[in-house]
């Protein structure tokens, strides 16, 4: 039941679902590189009933977890990532390419395709009295964000959860995250 005061807004909130948000994604086929198929973010972003939707689904999940802080991966770690932490008023931590961070950093390496790729953090960013939510647009192989939860580990800190709008199923990276508790939104079984 739609009220009569309701903005404009908070009705197409009410008719939102995250199959409407997987169907906002835009599939960008052979992107960085040939028989990779991009799932485009930016059109969910853009779209302020979509995007609202989304962090409030963000918003949930971190607040179960009562985390001291949000740990944000490079580049739209840090778009989902800032507002939910400046929802829930802690503080926000960026996890960067390597070379990106100016003060003195930690940082892991993990395998990629063809050879490896490594993240950074600040080393005191975090300490044994932090519990952390690690916040991503997507999980392919789970390499980054295997490399990111050693990081946050490295300092002393520890992982309470970790989540992504997008998870690609038909990539084993559950095995590699095992150890962790996962939550995504929207799944693709497939490459097509
Ligand atoms: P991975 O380490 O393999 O889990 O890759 C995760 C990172 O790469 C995320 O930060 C994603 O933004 C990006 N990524 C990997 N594969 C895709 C894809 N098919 N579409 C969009 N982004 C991807």
Redesign the pocket.
């Known amino acids: 039941m739609i009220h009569d005061d309701m903005t404009q807004n908070e009705e197409k909130m009410a008719e939102m679902t995250m199959e409407k948000v997987k169907e906002t994604i835009r599939d960008v086929p052979d992107f960085p590189k040939p028989g990779?198929?991009?799932?485009d973010i930016t059109p969910v972003l853009e779209n302020g009933s979509t995007f609202s939707y989304v962090l409030d689904h963000f918003e949930a999940y971190c607040r179960m977890k009562n985390p001291t802080c949000i740990v944000g991966?490079e580049a739209?770690?840090f778009i989902l990532g800032a507002p939910i932490a400046d929802r829930m008023n802690v503080g926000f931590i960026p996890v960067r390419k390597p070379g990106k961070l100016p003060w003195a950093t930690e940082s892991e390496s993990y395998e990629l395709e063809y050879g490896s790729g490594s993240v950074e953090i600040h080393k005191d960013v975090l300490d044994s009295t932090d519990r952390v939510v690690i916040v991503?647009?997507?999980?392919?192989?789970?390499?980054?964000?295997l490399a990111t939860c050693r990081l946050v580990e490295k300092l002393g800190a520890r992982v309470e959860g970790l989540v992504a709008l997008v998870d690609?199923a038909f990539i084993p990276?559950k095995d590699k995250l095992e150890r962790y508790e996962v939550k995504t939104f929207v799944t693709y079984d497939s490459e097509e």
């Open positions: 990779i198929m991009f799932r991966i739209r770690g991503d647009d997507l999980i392919a192989t789970g390499g980054t964000a690609l990276w």
